[in-house]
């Protein structure tokens, strides 16, 4: 069972009320540009509308839109202009990289659903096999898969276009960081080795930095806010350890309809996860397994010793400190209706329950 934990309602009214409003503008931003886009490709080639409805049906599947959200709250705790259409754009390129980078991870996990729909290579996988094309079915999905992913980079990029070089590099860096942290996720996965302190710092790159510190950075350089850069990433790591300790937590012990992911698929694809790694650093039963012979144990053995051995607890501890440690980071940086509304978000992304 998930935990039941809810976040602390400890936001002010008008900074959520604010926020939400820039997340709208988002949506609209990126509907409205995906849209054009497939009217303007369907005059040119309508074969063209299968590789674009990858990534509008991508984006319309739903998704908790952290980054966008993370952005904003950067952006307006810096005392940025809520009507300014830069940080809407920067806020909506985040949005369509995480197309790319789901795109992309659901290949190379092998997984066959995303959000309780089947995945884009699977997709255009059983569209070849229907229309008895040449060639194999599994390569042809898996490359328009990536190449939609490519395609959602490139508009990400696109929408990038008035934001100014003191924020593209936090952009840059963001990217680079993304990429060196799925590599090494991958390469992790295929030694299976025993490396706590990798973990956390793969954790930092996929999680911490991406999914939060960076997005705040950016919203803050959009706003001219660059001291609060060094609070907004002691708060990303913070966050960002309790997003991934709960993403593994989910993939071990949650319910795939409400994670929308198969279940266990970090231990199919034999990922060093944090949890993992924690496991490793603090439950014998866990290290003497791993110790056997050095190869990947079987899922389901993995499963019940974790289950056996209370790791689950343990990790919900850690997640606990996590979340307090994020409400310090930022306690004295900003405002107190900023801080709060930091603080549920913290809340938020490590008590979800998909």
């Not at 010793?305 to 400190?321: K, Y």
Request: glycine share 8%; charged share 30%; aromatic share 6%.
């Amino acid at each position: 069972m998930p935990s039941t934990r809810s976040p602390r309602n400890t936001t002010d009214a008008s900074a959520r009320r604010q926020r939400d409003r820039l997340l709208g503008r988002v949506e609209r931003r990126i509907a409205e540009f995906l849209a054009a886009e497939q009217q303007r490709w369907a005059e040119v080639e309508p074969a063209s509308a299968e590789l674009l409805d990858c990534i509008a049906d991508m984006f319309g599947s739903g998704g908790k839109r952290m980054r966008p959200a993370f952005c904003i709250v950067g952006h307006l705790a810096a005392g940025g202009d809520p009507d300014d259409p830069v940080v809407v754009d920067v806020a909506a390129a985040l949005e369509l990289l995480h197309s790319f980078a789901l795109l992309h991870d659901d290949v190379m996990d092998a997984s066959d659903r995303r959000r309780n729909r089947p995945t884009a290579h699977v997709v255009h996988e059983e569209l070849h096999g229907r229309r008895g094309w040449r060639g194999e079915g599994r390569r042809y999905g898996e490359a328009v898969a990536v190449l939609a992913g490519d395609l959602a980079l490139v508009y990400a990029e696109r929408l990038l276009a008035d934001c100014p070089p003191h924020a593209r590099r936090i952009w840059a860096e963001l990217c680079t960081e993304l990429m060196i942290g799925q590599f090494l996720d991958l390469r992790s996965a295929a030694r299976f080795s025993a490396e706590p302190e990798r973990a956390r710092w793969i954790a930092l790159l996929k999680s911490g930095r991406y999914t939060v510190s960076r997005p705040l950075a950016l919203g803050a350089a959009l706003a001219g806010g660059e001291e609060l850069l060094a609070p907004f990433e002691e708060y990303g790591l913070a966050v960002g350890e309790a997003f991934q300790l709960r993403d593994d937590l989910l993939d071990v012990f949650g319910d795939a309809e409400l994670t929308g992911k198969p279940a266990r698929l970090d231990f199919k694809q034999h990922k060093m996860t944090l949890l993992m790694s924690l496991a490793l650093r603090d439950v014998p039963p866990v290290q003497a397994l791993l110790a056997e012979d050095g190869t990947a144990p079987d899922p389901e053995v993995l499963h019940r010793l974790l289950v056996t051995a209370g790791v689950r607890d343990h990790v919900e501890a850690v997640i606990a400190e996590r979340v307090d440690a994020a409400g310090r980071a930022i306690g004295e940086a900003l405002t107190a209706e900023w801080a709060a509304e930091l603080r549920t978000m913290a809340a938020e992304a490590a008590y979800r329950t998909g």
